[in-house]
């Protein structure tokens, strides 16, 4: 039943009139969606909330706001340093050009120190203890967009060169006994992560596209057949990003940059994989069928079930992370699973249009061809046919496997057993600043207050309590905390007197782990300090970068502990619908679960001891995971649909070696254009992208060399006929060893 309804699709997609007509309508929809459509770079947002409203640090943000209101804007910290120390004439242009900014003030600024003001031994009081660094605070308007404040800095850079002679922005921080100057803080760093992203979008477009047209030309050494796919990924691009912009003018999404690139990949990586799966399998039929319809429909209707189940099966995952609450990861859901939905309809209608308009051709110079078309066609230029032969080095892995499994089944486990163990060891981080290039400008000016004022001077934390007028020793108490270098004296609000501030400088860089820890140390304290004064506990609000930054560490190791069963839960039911076998179930799920350890293994191995890099993102494994569990099981899939059909007429062994044999050339393709083009990520500048990318294409490769053709056959070998339960086995005479 299944394959007459393929059939007619076939038909009707690739047929020689429904060929055309599949290409006319992609043009149609393509070109319309492009004209009368937005841009999705129109309406990303790079600095959309990743917390709820909810969370402590967002409500206590909200407190202060309330009480303690600035009016002010979002600071930019011009980090000046000199490393033989700070002259007296640096200090006096400082002045110069801070009197400058307060009467020429640069686009969006709002207020400026007026250092100009201050008397020289007064400034040099702000100076650090060894001399070599000052910082300038410059207010920048808290609506201004990253694109808007970047345009402020150049303007702010101008007129700093036309003070300073040496040009200090230009100049590099290792310089010797030359002023420089880096723009950090708050404003900084938004400034260079959307700078980071922006930069990225095109190189990695390209790079993607390079990669997978190089890939493809040397696995099928065909200009035409190299163009198919990414055809096809073109346009299911073309389509699919309009969409989204338009989801996110209307406000029902949410997007940024970082999600945009991801989608980037993953769409070539999977979208290339679909494609292959059908064009394998049609060549293969080329060879068998004179007719080029009547091996495509035996192609299609061999292919299509599981391209579209593994196309629903990672739209299904991405779908998951909705149920997040974290602005990331959540907003990565609509976007990553219609781009797999688009894809996955991509290659089951334009493609087949496409094989359908070229048929044989699409494989010159090597256009396969039956036995008898090929006598022809030898005979035609006098010479002697070549008989064709498969590729039987597929077929040896998996007949190796199946009369093997214990000693290949051992073996795999160790390999891999051997690389999860490292996953035990990884370290993470949630600094934000980790993640760009130490020659960022925002991550060398701070460095610089770091090292030469301490680091938690860059983002104190802020402490605000309600005291219902009674008076407490927390300012004493806190500064007994282990991590609190300084605690300021009490402000009170001018709103509310009951309301009142501390502003508490940690002793660790306010990004660090160790410095995430202190905040539950310094709420404890403030509420038992209140309770002994008998004031409510409930009174007590912690916000700052380091209080943001501790609750979303909270809240992504909850979606982990929410995500990673549902996404394994729903991978597991629809393994156990399509195969019918609780067991293999089961053990494919296990196997692309022991990949992702590995993976994550053996990328802290790299990223750690060769990268030198102390701590990976704390986004990385729930990323990593729904990328590497769903694409993986892909594959298994693939494989296993093949064993399973073959099974039908063949012994388990055989059928063994001839699913591996039949599926190892194309996944194999597949796996390694998939992992190369996340591993394009890696050539990027943000760690996140560079750490995700390694990972997931660690894990690809592992599952593409080590889990499908070696674990995945040598399980199923030993299981043998309760490998199909409880399901009735197709042949149970056929499953003896």
Not at 30 to 41: D, E, G, R, W, Y
Not at 574 to 595: E, N, Q
Request: charged residues 15%; glycine residues 8%; neutral net charge.
């Amino acid at each position: 039943m299944s394959h007459g309804i393929f059939s007619k699709i076939a038909n009707a997609v690739g047929g020689e009139r429904g060929r055309w007509i599949t290409l006319a309508v992609w043009i149609l929809i393509v070109v319309a969606l492009q004209v009368f459509l937005p841009k999705s770079a129109d309406y990303k947002d790079d600095a959309a909330p990743d917390l709820a409203a909810s969370e402590p640090s967002v409500v206590a943000q909200k407190v202060m706001d309330e009480q303690f209101p600035t009016g002010e804007g979002t600071p930019a910290l011009i980090t000046w340093f000199r490393s033989t120390g700070l002259t007296n004439v640096d200090l006096a242009q400082i002045q110069k050009f801070s009197k400058e900014l307060q009467q020429n003030p640069v686009d969006h600024q709002k207020t400026v120190v007026p250092y100009d003001k201050m008397p020289l031994p007064v400034l040099k009081q702000q100076v650090s203890k060894d001399g070599t660094t000052f910082i300038q605070t410059v207010l920048m308007d808290s609506e201004a967009t990253s694109d808007e404040l970047k345009t402020s800095f150049e303007e702010l850079e101008k007129t700093a060169n036309g003070i300073f002679v040496d040009k200090p922005f230009d100049q590099k921080v290792s310089s010797k006994d030359t002023l420089t100057a880096r723009t950090t803080g708050p404003a900084g760093i938004s400034v260079d992560a959307t700078e980071l992203f922006s930069d990225a979008d095109v190189s990695l477009l390209i790079g993607t596209v390079l990669l997978v047209l190089i890939f493809l030309l040397v696995i099928y050494r065909s200009p035409i057949l190299a163009f198919i796919p990414l055809i096809a990924v073109g346009f299911a691009y073309l389509a699919v990003t309009p969409i989204i912009a338009l989801l996110g003018k209307e406000g029902i999404i949410t997007y940024g940059s970082q999600g945009l690139s991801i989608m980037t990949v993953l769409l070539f990586g999977a979208g290339t994989d679909y494609c292959l799966f059908l064009i394998a399998r049609f060549r293969s039929q080329l060879h068998h069928d004179e007719n080029r319809y009547t091996a495509f429909k035996k192609a299609f209707s061999n292919t299509a079930g599981a391209i579209a189940l593994s196309g629903f099966t990672v739209m299904a995952a991405l779908l998951i992370l909705l149920v997040a609450k974290y602005g990331s990861i959540h907003n990565f859901a609509v976007p990553f699973s219609l781009s797999i939905l688009i894809m996955m309809i991509s290659s089951l209608t334009l493609v087949p249009a496409l094989l359908g308009i070229f048929g044989r051709i699409s494989f010159w110079p090597f256009v396969p061809r039956t036995e008898e078309m090929a006598k022809a066609h030898a005979a035609k230029k006098g010479k002697t046919v070549k008989p064709h032969r498969e590729n039987r080095f597929w077929h040896r892995v998996g007949e190796m496997s199946a009369q093997h499994p214990i000693k290949t089944f051992v073996i795999t486990i160790l390999i891999l057993g051997g690389c999860a163990i490292f996953a035990t060891q990884v370290k993470y981080t949630y600094d934000t600043l980790s993640t760009f290039p130490k020659d960022m400008p925002s991550r060398e000016g701070f460095t610089l207050i770091s090292d030469h004022f301490g680091a938690g001077q860059l983002a104190p934390v802020d402490l605000i309590v309600k005291t219902d007028g009674e008076k407490t020793d927390l300012r004493t108490n806190l500064q007994k905390e282990d991590g609190v270098a300084n605690v300021s004296i009490g402000t009170p609000s001018a709103k509310n007197p009951d309301y009142v501030m501390y502003t508490i400088e940690l002793a660790d860089n306010p990004y660090s782990n160790e410095a995430m820890d202190v905040i539950p140390d310094i709420r404890g304290t403030a509420e038992t300090t209140l309770a002994d004064a008998g004031i409510s506990k409930n009174n007590v609000w912690i916000a700052g970068q380091t209080a943001t930054q501790y609750d979303s560490r909270a809240v992504t190791k909850q979606d982990e502990a929410l995500i990673i069963p549902l996404v394994i839960g729903l991978i597991a039911l629809l393994l156990l619908v399509y195969l019918r076998s609780v067991t293999a179930m089961v053990y494919l799920v296990a196997t692309v679960l022991l990949s992702f350890f590995s993976a994550l293994g053996l990328g802290w191995l790299i990223i750690h001891y060769v990268l030198g890099v102390e701590a990976i993102a704390g986004l990385i494994p729930i990323y990593a995971f729904v990328f590497i569990v769903a694409l993986g099981e892909d594959y298994n899939i693939f494989m296993i649909s093949s064993i399973w059909k073959k099974s039908r007429e063949l012994p388990l062994r055989e059928a063994i070696t001839e699913g591996v044999g039949q599926t190892g050339g194309v996944i194999t393709s597949a796996g390694i254009i998939l992992a190369g083009t996340f591993a394009v990520l890696t050539t990027l500048p943000i760690q996140l992208l560079v750490q995700f990318g390694l990972i997931t294409a660690i894990g690809v490769l592992l599952d593409t060399f080590i889990v499908r053709p070696f674990l995945v056959p040598a399980i199923t070998m030993l299981l043998g006929k309760w490998a199909f339960w409880p399901a009735r086995a197709p042949r149970n005479d056929h499953l003896r060893r």
